[in-house]
């Protein structure tokens, strides 16, 4: 388990330490391939209810530092459940108006697929600092299964000034949403997952036409894996010791007919403002960005685009796709992000088809086909691309 440096650890549900009332940063930690969404929700002394969640949510708000309720999210960390050192941190300036607020996290990973957590299994912990620099830090250690882990509460009713609350229940949806102020603002659906294969959505279109930019991530596990020598060589039997190498990619067919490939092998990277009208903004060759890599599609020039299919293939590394755990998430600006797991894996196989991009009417429909197979050649005659293929390394 990562080392919590704080001088006070509240180890126990029910210890409490006194906090300043000027300024406090809330930040939570965890390294597990989960999704976790750090929330505020509060009850001011008047009686009114809130919450500062992610805008990833339909009607989530990031909140603000100058206005009330001076409480701001950071960012929304970890989407596409990626391992490794994730982060979120609300910063509170102000609590005058408060007589409650509750330190919540939600693991969307799990809770879209109404499945329950154990939280202490992500190694996960939320510290608070003071702006005089005192910390204090409660563990994500519950081991009850739920959806929603409540982690701390900071009381701020009494005349000794505010105190944290090591709180640490972790509870279902509903129980959360009547018991909890203002989390009945909450609502799951406003991240779409494409949970079986065939599910279908239409993207919105934007004012003047198309579907404006659209960002297409890939994200993944890192950690040892078996190196082989390159893709093809996977086919041959070649292994060794390293990193997984996980490439995005697409293929792609134009309203004129050009037909082509957008991928780190061969160095095709596309271009935004001429035809593809696709970008690769980069190769990640060993899943430790933590962005993941990205695709970005030009969709403000929709009638310039046929179709477009989104794949990944395991450059080095053995083709275990059970152990990189990928996701795919497609994000259209002022719209809720779209999930595609690669999940029903078949390790072994180190190409996969996972998304495909058709041109309907003013828009585009987005299908989950999550396909494994033995190759570029394979995958494309599964969906009729009818591309020449030849053996190609990456420098």
């Known amino acids: 388990m990562a080392e919590i440096k704080s001088k006070i650890v509240l180890k126990k549900k029910g210890e409490e330490a006194y906090l300043s009332l000027k300024q406090l940063r809330v930040t939570l930690k965890w390294s597990a391939a989960v999704d976790l969404d750090l929330m505020a929700f509060y009850k001011t002394k008047d009686g009114r209810v809130g919450g500062v969640f992610s805008d990833n949510y339909a009607g989530g708000s990031m909140g603000s530092l100058n206005a009330f309720p001076y409480i701001a999210l950071s960012a929304d960390a970890g989407v596409g459940s990626k ?3 994730n982060e979120e941190e609300i910063r509170v300036t102000k609590l005058d108006d408060m007589v409650e607020v509750y330190i919540c996290t939600i693991n969307f990973t799990d809770a879209s697929k109404n499945k329950s957590s154990t939280f202490s299994s992500y190694d996960g912990h939320v510290q608070i600092v003071d702006d005089k620099g005192e910390s204090v830090a409660v563990p994500l250690d519950a081991t009850q299964q739920g959806t929603i882990a409540v982690i701390a ?7 000794m000034g505010a105190k944290l609350i090591n709180e640490n229940r972790i509870i279902d ?14 609502k799951l659906s406003s991240k779409i997952v494409l949970k079986s294969k065939g599910d279908s959505i239409q993207l919105k279109t934007k004012t003047g036409g198309g579907v404006g930019e659209l960002m297409v991530n890939l994200n993944w596990n890192q950690g040892k894996q078996e190196k082989s020598g390159g893709f093809f060589s996977k086919l041959m039997g070649g292994g060794g010791g390293g990193g997984i190498d996980l490439d995005l990619g697409c293929l792609y067919e134009l309203s004129n007919g050009q037909k082509g490939a957008i991928q780190p ?16 903004c980069g ?17 403000s020039l929709l009638s310039e685009i046929k179709r477009i299919l989104i794949y990944s293939y395991i450059y080095e590394g053995i083709a275990n796709w059970s152990q ?3 996701v795919v998430t497609i994000k259209q600006p002022g719209s809720p992000d779209i999930i595609v797991n690669l999940d029903n894996t078949q390790d072994g196989q180190p190409m996969c088809g996972i998304a495909l991009f058709e041109r309907s009417g ?11 197979c033995k190759g570029h050649e394979v995958l494309d005659r599964a969906f009729n691309w009818g591309l020449r293929w030849v053996e190609g390394r990456k420098d």
């Open 324 to 326: 990189a755990d990928g």
């Open 283 to 299: 190769d990640d060759r060993t899943g430790t960005w933590s962005e993941g890599e990205n695709l970005r599609i030009n969709g």
């Open 83 to 85: 391992g490794g050192d």
């Open 173 to 186: 949806m509903p129980t959360f949403q009547a018991t909890i102020p203002g989390a009945d603002l909450l």
């Open 362 to 372: 003013d828009t585009f429909k987005v299908t989950k086909v999550v396909q494994y």
């Open 265 to 280: 092998l061969g160095k095709s990277f596309g271009s935004f403002d001429r035809p593809p009208y696709i970008f690769h």
């Open 153 to 159: 509460k900071i009381d701020n009713a009494g005349f």
